[in-house]
């Protein structure tokens, strides 16, 4: 059975807007693109049928596109639809830097974590060794300067009156003149 092309109107009046989704294989797609060109005008009234020799409520037209829609319905059923041809998977090796990088990222984060917890455990201590560490710097530059004045003063006095006196006198004549000198002791 062939079909010849309904317009847009006629396959709108005969069908109730519910299977229309139906319609949309081959068969219909020429029947649609038919209907979109222009409709001829309709013939002056009783001059002959309203379609392009179809009736639109001849029921033997209707029997015959619900027919014609069943049929592809069962020729669709029947045959499978080709499947899709698998995609071979594309597995791709992880660099050797990627898997020691996301190695060494735990133990570097448990590591800080460790390290922060100690700290905190220990941060009391830690104030209290600061405090004795500076007192000591303290204590040894203070020691360090006092001893440094003491040694100082005593050895001026021991060596106060043993020091010589020495006193040199020295005289040239023009530049790259020979130097004469003497060296006094008292």
Do not use: C
């Not at 592809?72 to 995609?87: G, V």
Request: aromatic fraction near 4%.
């Amino acid at each position: 059975m062939t079909l010849t092309p309904w317009t847009y109107t006629e396959i709108s009046d005969l069908l109730d807007h519910t299977d229309i989704s139906h319609l949309l294989d081959a068969d219909t797609t020429r029947l649609l693109s038919a209907s979109n060109q222009p409709t001829p005008k309709a013939p002056p009234a009783g001059t002959g049928p309203v379609g392009p020799g179809r009736p639109a409520d001849d029921a033997a037209n209707m029997a015959a596109l619900w027919q014609h829609i069943r049929d592809r319905e069962q020729e669709r059923a029947a045959t499978p639809a080709a499947p899709l041809p698998a995609a071979a998977p594309t597995v791709q090796p992880i660099p050797a830097w990627a898997k020691t990088t996301a190695l060494l990222a735990p133990t570097v984060g448990g590591g800080i974590a460790v390290a922060a917890v100690g700290l905190s455990a220990a941060a009391p201590g830690l104030i209290a060794v600061s405090h004795v560490l500076w007192s000591a710097v303290a204590a040894i530059a203070v020691g360090g300067t006092a001893a440094a004045v003491v040694i100082g003063r005593v050895r001026a006095r021991i060596t106060a009156a043993q020091r010589p006196h020495i006193t040199q006198n020295i005289t040239a004549t023009g530049w790259f003149g020979r130097a004469n000198g003497t060296i006094n002791h008292r």
